[in-house]
């Protein structure tokens, strides 16, 4: 039984603060960013991330904001994804995940709301013309669905494509179920295999792909058995019981989840399928406003594929 | 902290036997079928089920059957259905929950594979003439996107439709995971008010409607609270503790869900939209078959909306 | 091969404008607006529009304005609902239509943008307290998919839920390709039985349902029968030739188009189905904005259930 | 004002029968299968078809037949897909088009039903073991989606997965309206470059991808333009006019579409998305035992992605 998250924030958390990790955390009105910085294979290995940079921004009621605390948040988004992103060159957006499964849909969701320019540029009039940055994207399925790795896709299309850069998108798996639709990670160590919602994936990062690998995921579930183990945990702490006793209980449980089908079952929010929605679209706009700076939002919405 | 389910089977297995309640099993190859009778109001209180007749039907493979054991899987659903149904006059089925939430969305999706004739009678051909049983359907939507309660649309609906009989299908709250997308339940009580995935359920039923409603409901969640205080009760039973450290321990759970926002969590199988498709055809196709004894299989695939 | 066209405006430029029927023109920038009163019912007869008030808003890029001009069609939208829809009293919003067919889905797609508040009204906080117009919404379905008449359905809908007036909304065909996505008609005489782009509608006004019936269509196709009959007249009509040849083409025609089966074919906009999706947005910003005057753009969007 | 259709059995009969065309018709009940060949450069210049087999059926009801008619037509199109497609290895399936665009939406239709196995090898059971051929799958999506060429995508694709073959499958436009969703096109042509629904196409054959490529195509739309003119050369032939007269009427046609914006529209059945869902279906079944001629039916449904 395999207990994860892909989040670095919550990998520190759980362990004793080793070398080589830092870690920030900033306030701006109810929006936290946390900056975490594993900087050593030592690190990376306690924690099980790469080494890299992950910023986490969490907000309570990120997908039920009013206009200008979103707006706050977007930009606030945008900052976070420039800081990671090449200045220039062209940009392959990979939009992870299965688009059939609402809770692995995030990636294709966001991918339907980036303004995809790259075969724009001579199509559009001359008060656009220079103000474009080229940005191209897939949504390559899964491996259950096209019979292919995802990474050798995103290869191929790569090697004809030429970006400066990737970014990718793609709903993660979380410990702690507040998590859920609330926190955005944005890393720049791309996307390490095995992690995600649904099981599915390669690893995607400038070693496999030859260029830089952006990651941008959201929390849509926690494992059932993730919590409960943790909930366990949690109780027996404060109980007098006996080494023995302990794993006898932590057995149990497991057997319990087992038997239950459990290790197949994720923990979501019932209105998953709405909330995906709109932090799909939520993260689509902090990304096109970090690609094209010269581009107004007002632009952004008009050129964008779905309309205002 | 409501810890509840929708299946009488469940509510049963939690009593200690009250006496009316009747119980009794059958097996048809893997296929498991479990009738309970609720008799008198001291039953139906205590299980908090209507008075009348439950019968579950079980798979632990329910929507991944081969096609041999798919139709006898149908079979057996379409003579439970016609058990409990009117054998006469025109049937108005309703499907219900919300059609944009997968949890809950199969009352609508099993309303799209419904073989609807109503209107049909002049359409049709000599061959099908006189063959063909009265079916209309309709799918009212949920509180929060209709802004009516789903009972006072239906009946509205039913004084002007005036069928022999309403069935409805719902998305049902198990307690036990294994029971997801696995088990059916058909009822002669209609619909208990506040039960269901969403709970916005109004009651629907013979008093409200005022003519005989049958209830088809299939398990696709369990609430996330329930399952840790459930894995919680199991393990502090083989616990030498006293009443107090017990008490401590289930609230110690209760402020740990609280604090998670747990109460508004569902645990689903990870691939609940292929779940759902799949059940919400298998039941469509049990419900054509109950309703239309007259035609083969053949002829209702034919004739269904969405073609083989 | 009946010839018709949804839209008062074209009726009229038909017919040699006969007595009962006057007609206003406006502009706002490049949105034309058309009062045309039918006021008799010698008029009536000739147009095929019953007795009433339509309202034809035209933009010749209604689904690609920038963001400013489309603020201003979205007031001007407002302002159009507002001068025939009640002041006071809840209002029942219906979508009439086929969510299933593109063309024929505005009604349905516009209902899941409209603010729905009935329900809402202890839910809300403080500061909307007695700012909310209580607002149901439905979305029928169509015969072929119900069994039942659209008409029966929502009489029996109105009588429970008792709205102070009906909104509906429904695709509408015209003979000019060059309306389809770019002309809403708003009347105040309900819809007529017949029309539409499904063929499917009953009557929906105030005689069949005892409350003032406001219809909002936008036309999604023209009939190709239609197409080529219009061309094929502008064509003879510049040729020298007896009438008996003029017949004779018209019939030459008529036989062409049913042995080519024309007669179920619509003309469409290739891109129809993103059409249909910013036309719907379109009109329930406008709609909301109706119905909700003391609401802000804002906090229409915030409440939204799709969310901005 | 282009004038084209997808057929190569339409090409054909416009064109006087050129040099180096052969053309052979069969029935089988209801089924009409016309089997054509270009063979030299001079007919593929006439015809605007490359050189090669363009195997064509034809069902007036292609969408809409009983159970046991519709297997008949699987048959014949899995032993027509058989005779152009290499009996061993690997094969890529690619659905073209654009998903969100009903009339252009079959190829990533059909692929959601495609029987996709290269991935699961390992993990199927003994009696599976050494049956399956390996199939996998991608829809690439549109250039106007992805900022790509298609080409440039499944280019890369095909150098990581290396199959025997591709097959693609797209929307196709046709010149009678009685052609659509009544007819597929079977080639070994590959897709030629701009034809299709959306324009969008880059050619994709085994010129530009290294190996054969198997084009399945159905016409879903005729252009507006098309029919129109069609109609009026027809009418014109019998009429008794000067050559001037004659280019007169043309132009007038040509100025009449291009003011009403026609030539970006198309004619489509009113009910075309149900009709593409269907035929989808149909490919889908004829591809699925073209594949996998070690399997039954029964088996390739029951594996299959939507289940039964």
Do not use: F, W
């Given at each position: 039984?395999?207990?994860?998250?892909?989040?670095?924030?919550?990998?520190?958390?759980?362990?004793?603060?080793?070398?080589g990790?830092?870690?920030?955390?900033?306030?701006?009105?109810?929006?936290?960013?946390?900056?975490?910085?594993?900087?050593?294979?030592?690190?990376?290995?306690?924690?099980?991330?790469?080494?890299?940079?992950?910023?986490?921004?969490?907000h309570?009621?990120?997908?039920?904001?009013?206009?200008?605390?979103?707006?706050?948040?977007?930009?606030?988004?945008a900052?976070?994804?420039?800081?990671?992103?090449?200045?220039?060159?062209?940009?392959?957006?990979?939009?992870l995940?299965?688009?059939?499964?609402?809770?692995?849909?995030?990636?294709?969701?966001?991918?339907?709301?980036?303004l995809?320019?790259?075969?724009?540029?001579?199509?559009?009039?001359?008060?656009?013309?220079?103000?474009?940055?080229?940005?191209c994207g897939?949504?390559?399925?899964?491996?259950?669905?096209?019979?292919?790795e995802?990474?050798?896709?995103?290869?191929?299309?790569?090697?004809?494509?030429?970006?400066?850069?990737?970014?990718?998108?793609?709903?993660?798996?979380?410990?702690e179920?507040s998590?859920?639709?609330?926190?955005?990670?944005?890393?720049d160590?791309?996307?390490r295999?095995?992690?995600?919602?649904?099981?599915?994936r390669?690893?995607?990062?400038?070693?496999?792909?030859g260029?830089?690998?952006?990651?941008?995921?959201?929390?849509?579930?926690?494992?059932?058995?993730?919590?409960?183990r943790?909930?366990?945990s949690?109780?027996?702490r404060?109980?007098?019981?006996?080494?023995?006793?302990?794993?006898?209980?932590?057995?149990?449980?497991?057997?319990?989840?087992?038997?239950?089908?459990?290790?197949?079952?994720?923990?979501?929010?019932?209105?998953?399928d709405?909330?995906?929605?709109?932090?799909?679209?939520?993260?689509?706009?902090?990304?096109?406003l970090?690609l094209?700076?010269?581009?107004?939002?007002?632009?952004?919405?008009?050129?964008?594929?779905?309309?205002?």
């Amino acid at each position: 039984m395999q207990i994860r998250t892909d989040l670095a924030v919550e990998s520190q958390a759980l362990s004793p603060s080793p070398k080589g990790v830092t870690s920030r955390r900033y306030y701006r009105g109810t929006l936290e960013e946390t900056d975490v910085k594993v900087e050593t294979e030592e690190a990376a290995k306690a924690l099980e991330k790469d080494i890299g940079a992950y910023i986490t921004l969490y907000h309570p009621a990120l997908a039920h904001t009013e206009a200008e605390e979103r707006k706050e948040i977007i930009r606030s988004l945008a900052r976070v994804i420039r800081d990671v992103t090449p200045p220039e060159g062209e940009i392959l957006v990979v939009g992870l995940g299965n688009r059939h499964m609402t809770a692995d849909s995030l990636g294709s969701r966001v991918l339907e709301d980036v303004l995809i320019t790259r075969h724009m540029k001579e199509a559009v009039g001359d008060e656009l013309k220079g103000r474009l940055r080229g940005v191209c994207g897939v949504a390559p399925g899964v491996l259950g669905i096209t019979g292919m790795e995802t990474a050798e896709m995103v290869q191929g299309i790569v090697e004809h494509a030429r970006p400066a850069a990737v970014i990718a998108i793609d709903a993660l798996a979380a410990r702690e179920s507040s998590r859920i639709c609330t926190t955005i990670q944005v890393t720049d160590t791309g996307i390490r295999p095995g992690s995600g919602v649904g099981n599915h994936r390669a690893g995607l990062n400038r070693k496999t792909l030859g260029v830089p690998v952006i990651a941008i995921g959201v929390p849509m579930v926690v494992y059932a058995a993730v919590i409960a183990r943790d909930a366990l945990s949690l109780l027996l702490r404060d109980m007098d019981m006996s080494e023995q006793e302990h794993r006898q209980a932590m057995d149990g449980m497991v057997e319990k989840i087992t038997r239950q089908g459990l290790g197949e079952m994720v923990v979501t929010p019932r209105e998953i399928d709405e909330l995906v929605g709109r932090v799909a679209r939520l993260i689509a706009d902090g990304l096109n406003l970090a690609l094209q700076p010269r581009l107004s939002l007002d632009e952004i919405q008009y050129l964008s594929h779905d309309g205002p």
